[in-house]
Every structure is written in C-alpha cells, then in structure tokens.
C-alpha cells in the first residue's frame, strides 16, 4: 500500500550480515554497549518525565524557565521554536545558559500583563542568583526557528540589558516586532500564515565569550551530510552576524570528527563537533548552531533548524526530499504502486505514518523512503547506511544485496552515506533492525490469518464508514479502526517482501546457466495456485469462458488497476461498465491463457529433467530452493492484494469527510492532518486547494522523473532539459551509465534480463494504459513500466521492453509466467523507441536491437 515497498530491505538486512539469529544480534548489540545503554537513556529520560511532573506549570503561569518547559507536550509549541529548542537542550544537559520563555499568553495588545511582570522578575532573580549579570531578550515566534523558515533578523532582538527597566522595554521591542514591515514581507515570501505572529519571547543570561561563531552541521547549499562546515570571530557573535569583523572558517569530517581550520579552537574542537552531533540527533534534523567559547569551555547559544533543507511548501502541498540532503534515491519498482504523481492526501499519509510509528526505519532520524514531487521513492542512502557496517562500510558491496529490489547502478555513480559513528550505529541503528526482523517474523505467522479475514473486514469498515453522521464520529472511527488496520497492512505487505527469488536465481545460473535458470523460476505460480498478479488476465478467461461470475471476479479483482496507490483514483467496482469494457478488449487476444501457463509448466518440467541429470547431488537441495521461492512468490502476491484493498477503505473515508467538510473530490487536495482538523474544529485549508489543484496538474504534464536521481533534483528544470536522461539523474557528477565492457552502437538498448526468449516485431510504444485499445496482437508492447492493471495486455504482446524495473518488477514476474520476452529497466527505452520501429528483443541478454 501506498509504496512502502521501499522498506522491505529490513528484512533482509539480518540474512546478508552473516549473523544467523536474532539473539546472536542481542548479544552483539549488548556487547556494543546498545542494549545496555539504552536502557539507561530509558530511565534517565523517565525520571526526567517524572521530573517535569512534579515541576508542571501552575495556572496562570504563563513565565517558564527552560528546565519547565513541557517540551513533549502541545503547550511547549506557544514557545515558538527557539523556546522550546533551548528548553529542550537544557533538559537534555547541554551547556545552554539559563534562561526563561514568556508564553504568547503573557502579553494583551502588544503589552506584558502585570501577572506576567511579577513572574518575569522572580526568575530574573533566579537567574542572577544575587549577582549582575547581563541578559539577552530575542523573540521566538510560533513559526520562528522552523524547518520551513527562520526569520533569521526579522524580529528584533535586544542584547546586553541588565536592569528590569531596561528588560522590561527589550521584552515590548521584540514583541512589537511582530507587526514590522519586514516581518510580514518575509512571511508573504515563505507562504505562510499571514497577519499577525503570536510572539513568545526568550530572556537568557549573556556569556563575554573568547570566540563565538555558526555551525551548520550538514553543508546549508548541496546537503552533503559528509562534512559540518562554521566559522567564529573573536569576541560577541554580533560581529560575525552584522558583519563588523571578517569571520575564520572552519570544518569537521564526518563521522571522525576531523577538525579542519585554526589553531584558536583547537582545545575544544572535539567537544563542539561531539555537541553538534548529539544536538542533530536530539532535534531531529541538521541544525544551524549558535555558539560561544567562555573560560574556554563551549556553549551552545541558540539551534535551530537548517532551512535550506526543508522538504515541504505548506501552501502547495508539495514534498521534495532531495531538498533534505544529498541522498542518492530509486523508483525502480515503486513506481508500479504509484504510476502518476499522487495527491496531497495520498502523499501525506507517508509522513502521518512517521509521525505516529508507522511502519518504518529511521537512520539519523530519515526514513527508508520518502517523496519527490508527488512521486514515490527509495532512500538507497539510509538502507545503505544501516549495514555498510556488516561490510566493512563498502556501500557498493551493500547495495548489491538489495540490487534484486531497485536494479544495478550505473558505473561511477556514488552512493552518499549517511555519517554514523560505531556507536551510534550500535545504540540507534541496531536495535530498530532488531525490531522490525522481530516485528516481521511475528507478521509472517499472522500472514494466513490476515488473508482469511481482510476482505470481511475492509467491507465492514466501509459500511462503517457510511454511517457515520459527524465530523467525529468519522476522526473516531479514523484513530481507533481505520488508522490501525492502515498500518496493520502495511507492516503484512513489507513482511511477506522477499528476495529469495533472486539469490536463487543467481545459484541456478552458476549451475545451469541462463536459459534453464531462467524457466526453473519461470513457475512461481506451482501446481496448486497462481499468482495474484495473473488473477485480473486469468479471470477474465474464465468469466468469458463462463467458469467464473461477474459478481466474484469484481469481489476478487475489483479493487486492483493501474493506480490502485492512490486514494482518489476510482476502483474500478465502482463502475459499472468497466467490466464489460475489459471483456471486449480480452477478446482481441488471440491465445489462451491456460495454454501459455501449461507450455510453461512443460519448459519448467524438461528444465528440471536436465537439471537432475547436470547436478544430480544438488537435486534435493534445489527443489527445496525452488519451492520456497514459489511459496514466497505466491505469499507475497497475495499478501499485497489483500493490503491494496485497504486502499478502497482510504478512499472511502476520505470521500466521506468531503461530504461532511461540503468540499466532494476536493479533499483529495488536503493533507490527512488538514482534514482531520476539518473534521474536529470545521476549519478548512479551501482557499489552498485551487492553487494545489494547479501545482498538482503542472506536475502530472511532466514525464516520470528518472528512476535513479542522486542529490538535489528539480523535476522542472530537468524536464526543460532537451539533452536530460530519463534514467538517472546525478546533480554531483557527470555518470556512466554503461559498463565498459558494453559496446553501444547506438542502435542497442540495453536493460535487465525479464524472461527469456528472443523475438522479432514491431513496436507500439504506449504513454498510458488508456491507449490500450490501439496495441495489436503480436507487437512489442513499449512503455515507462507496466503494473497489474496492464496485465491483460500481456497475452497479445510478442515481448515487453518498460523503462523502469528490476528482476523483482511485475513486468518480468509475469512475463516469466507465461513465457513472454521481456527486458525491463532500460532506462530509456521510450525515449529511442517509436511505434513502427522493428527491434529484435532478447530477454535472456536484457538487450534490445533496432533493426
């Protein structure tokens, strides 16, 4: 569901690392220290919960010192974000001079209110602790120090007050900053809310530094997470911001530490990259750090998040996670979930799920996947990081354990990792491997179970659904029913994910060579079912034939298509017609589906006569091999169907809360969060969706962005390209995309081998399905990638050649399954290919010759 596919490299993590079970990795992890470790973080982060209890706010209190400030709670969100970041590094024991934030409540038409006064004195008492000393007052705005902007300079900030008087005055200049000129241009510029900004405000003690400077812990323009760059001045950092003096640079290698730059900080370089770290991995993203040296020891003054980084345009709806960091991605096989850009409500299900533990692997808080522009992908920079370890850190040989998955990369193509120190790896990484294989395992068990019931239970939620009568009742029914069985089908989809297809496949070359290999695993389906993916072209036989009802291959079939991701796409059992119209269709196919699996069967049968007679001592561990790979092809396919039929229910909520918010289809143009706050408060984003609307449709014009892109992609500046390549995409480096060995004549066209068998025809190259009706019987069907609503089509084709795909992609799968030629993840097959083209297709050298 919803592309989540991208996970499914947790799985096999624990098989290539060499490690056999998982208490062995217990153990490893508790001779690391990550067990052991955590535990104490555990309790230290409970007794600072019990801790924040005792000291909670009274009422009415709306002055807070840093240490309580509930920082997990919403009340910790009036503190605006450099509020809470100092609360929460101060909690955490970082060396942040003390301070205290004054809540928004604080003030009435721009003034501080008596009650507030009397709390602000009490703690400039504190602070002072019967000692002069020197305070800073700077706002902190709800939407100040965000991901999404800083308003670095927007507001003012008063610097070196001392007495309550002059305190007093800086707290209303920085409040009354809020209505500037300046400031509501910049929120304008960002798209954000407009009028005025609720303003909390920070009172802190001021340090006399020796140096004080910026650190950006991941490069602010390219995202390289390679290297922390700063610079400092001597003396207050005012300097350095208002640019009075010229500033020294400076950097540190990652994850060593390796300091680069004067000898003036090389007494607590080690310390400030040691804080700088743990300060990223506490907030949650990379940070632009404030800092100061006093009596030569570090403080850390301010941090907030990098904005160059941010990922998402509220007004929009829009995520682009390349902006996240310089990542290298992959949409090989995700794509075939999620053919056409996705909705906003769609998208955002993939970061609501993130925010409440959906189903899902973080390294250095970046998930296993994540969306470019409306499209789906692989974050390849996080899998890789989570076991380059278990090689030594060589991320080429990691990746080619989950090549099955997402394809070959092309040469010199390099694959950024993520920084991790040894124990980082062992306190964070680890122990959420750990998890998600024990979490699968439990799965797989419940696999059989999930099957028997799912489309009971995704009827009866729909039923539920439509008779709901408020706003709340269906939010209820979201939290308690919908949300859950959501997730519960997820975690079934990536725990019945394997690649033991492609392990074997590679022993069975070694033994027997291509094409006996290539028919051993041309029979997935077995004697005893077919697969899931063959079901909408097979049933269509037998309901023509009579066999099957209309009525069951709609319950069976009817909820499957090609974009069958996305929730505002219609299923196609909604339509009454749609039946009919895929039956006129299947009679232009000239062969019988039956006879093509059975001639299949016959070429498995003598491959596997020849097989017993070439290596007869491998014969009994081969079957074995052989039958899992067909059990786990045929779990696998099942297990998806059942969990994309979840998606109708995803639907159906959503169609139900327009109804309820008068909005119809437009709801498909709020995020999951907006709607949610419609249903609860009856407040609606509409004024966005007209905007969205327009954003969404530029979007779609585009052709499918390149299936491999590395670093910082801009689908419109790459689509605007005449000379872009529709494979990958590399914003650091000039790629080969073939191997040297590899001639190019320019009239060949190469990809993965799909199925074996070689091939004459003609071309009919096909932009979507909807152009189906003109592909004939006996032509090579071209195309970006096929899913399983093409299915049908594939009976009529002489062979398949798609863009995107790997050995695990749908096109080979069933290409294999009924003995079809195919070469798939060509990268560019569209874009040489034109219908009436004569090629030469062989699918067991995955190479395509125009004749």
């Known amino acids: 569901m919803g592309g989540i596919g991208a996970t499914i490299c947790a799985i096999s993590v624990f098989r290539f690392s060499g490690i056999k079970n998982v208490a062995a990795l217990i153990v490893l992890a508790t001779v690391a220290g990550g067990v052991g470790n955590q535990l104490f973080i555990w309790l230290g982060n409970e007794l600072m919960h019990l801790n924040m209890w005792l000291v909670r706010p009274k009422e009415g209190e709306t002055v807070l010192a840093f240490n309580r400030l509930p920082v997990d709670e919403p009340l910790s969100l009036q503190a605006g974000g450099k509020g809470k970041a100092l609360s929460m590094l101060k909690q955490n024991g970082y060396p942040v001079p003390d301070g205290c934030v004054l809540l928004p409540e604080s003030f009435t038409q721009g003034d501080i209110t008596p009650a507030a006064w009397e709390q602000v004195q009490k703690e400039l008492s504190r602070l002072r602790a019967g000692k002069p000393a020197a305070f800073a007052v700077r706002s902190s705005a709800l939407q100040e120090d965000s991901a999404q902007a800083s308003f670095a300079g927007e507001f003012e900030s008063v610097l070196d007050v001392k007495t309550d008087e002059e305190i007093r005055k800086a707290i209303q200049t920085v409040v009354h900053s ?358 909408p072209m097979a049933g269509l036989d037998l309901v023509k034939k009579g066999r099957l009802s209309r009525e069951e291959y709609l319950d069976r079939y009817g909820h499957r298509g090609v974009n069958e991701a996305e929730c505002a796409w219609p299923r196609p059992n909604e339509d009454p017609a749609w039946l009919d119209r895929q039956l006129k269709e299947w009679e232009k196919t000239p062969v019988d589906v039956d006879e093509l699996i059975h001639r299949q069967r016959e070429a498995y049968d003598a491959a596997w006569a020849r097989f ?50 008068g909005i119809g289809d437009d709801i498909f143009f709020l995020t999951i969060n907006e709607v949610l706050e419609g249903l609860t408060t009856g407040t609606k984003a509409i004024e966005y969706i007209p905007l969205r609307r327009e954003t969404f449709e530029k979007y779609r014009a585009l052709p499918p962005y390149p299936a491999v892109i590395c670093g910082r992609f801009d689908p419109f500046t790459w689509a605007a390209d005449p000379n872009r390549r529709s494979d990958v995409y590399d914003a650091n480096a000039i790629v080969q995309t073939k191997s040297p060995t590899v001639k190019d004549d320019g009239r060949s066209i190469h990809g993965f081998a799909g199925a074996l068998g070689v091939v004459e025809g003609t071309v009919r190259r096909l932009e979507s399905l909807e152009e189906s009706s003109s592909f004939k019987a006996g032509e090579v069907l071209v195309t970006t990638m096929t899913n399983i609503g093409w299915t049908p089509l594939f009976p009529r084709a002489a062979a398949i050649v798609t863009d995107l795909g790997a050995p695990l992609s749908h096109a080979a799968i069933v290409a294999r399954e009924i003995g079809i030629p195919a070469v798939v993840g060509c990268g560019n097959a569209t874009m040489r290919l034109k219908t009436g083209d004569r090629v030469r297709v062989d699918g067991g050298k995955g190479l395509v010759e125009i004749l």
């Open 612 to 661: 017993c007679e070439k290596v007869p001592g491998k014969a009994k561990y081969m079957k074995k091999r052989l039958d899992q790979v067909s059990a786990a092809a045929r779990n696998r396919e099942a297990v998806r169907s059942e969990a994309t039929r979840g998606m109708a229910v995803l639907r159906a909520f959503a169609l139900r809360a327009g109804e309820f918010l």
């Open 178 to 535: 809020g209505t500037s000129a300046r400031v509501e241009s910049y929120t304008r510029h960002h798209g954000l809310e407009g009028g005025e900004h609720p303003v909390a405000v920070v009172i802190q003690r001021m340090v006399q530094p020796e140096y004080a400077g910026v650190l950006f812990t991941v490069d602010p323009l390219t995202g390289n997470y390679g290297q922390m760059s700063g610079n400092f001045v001597a003396g207050i950092g005012e300097k350095l911001v208002s640019g009075q003096v010229s500033a020294q640079t400076f950097t540190f290698e990652r994850p060593s530490g390796k300091y680069n730059g004067s000898s003036e900080l090389n007494a607590i370089a080690k310390n400030l990259h040691r804080l700088a770290n743990m300060i990223e991995n506490d907030l949650g993203c990379p940070q632009d750090i404030e800092w100061a040296v006093t009596g030569g020891k570090v403080c850390i003054l301010q941090a907030r998040p990098i904005t160059t980084l941010n990922n998402f345009n509220p007004v929009t709806a829009v995520w682009n996670d390349t902006l996240k960091g310089n990542f290298l991605w992959s949409a090989t096989n995700l794509m075939e979930a999620s053919p056409e850009v996705l909705t906003p409500f769609t998208t955002s299900l993939r970061y609501y799920l993130d925010k409440r533990n959906g189903p899902n692997l973080f390294v250095r808080n970046h998930s296993l996947n994540g969306i470019i522009c409306g499209r789906f992908y692989s974050n390849i920079t996080v899998q890789v990081s989570a076991f380059a370890r278990f090689f030594k850190g060589d991320a080429r040989r990691a990746y080619q354990e989950i090549a099955g998955w997402w394809g070959g990369l092309p040469e010199g193509m390099q694959i950024p990792l993520l920084p991790l120190t040894g124990e980082e790896w062992s306190k964070n990484v680890l122990p959420g491997l750990i998890r998600s294989t024990l979490q699968f395992g439990e799965y797989r068990k419940k696999a059989p179970r999930f099957l028997a019931e799912n489309r009971q239970k995704c009827a009866e939620l729909r039923g539920k659904i439509q008779q709901t009568s408020t706003g709340m009742e269906l939010v209820d029914l979201w939290k308690n029913e919908i949300f859950p069985r959501y997730c519960d089908s997820l975690i079934h989809i990536i725990a019945a994910s394997s690649d033991i297809q492609v392990r074997v496949d590679r022993e069975l070359h070694g033994l027997v060579g291509d094409d006996d290999a290539n028919a051993l695993l041309s029979n997935l389906s077995g004697t005893s079912s077919q697969l899931e993916s063959l079901g």
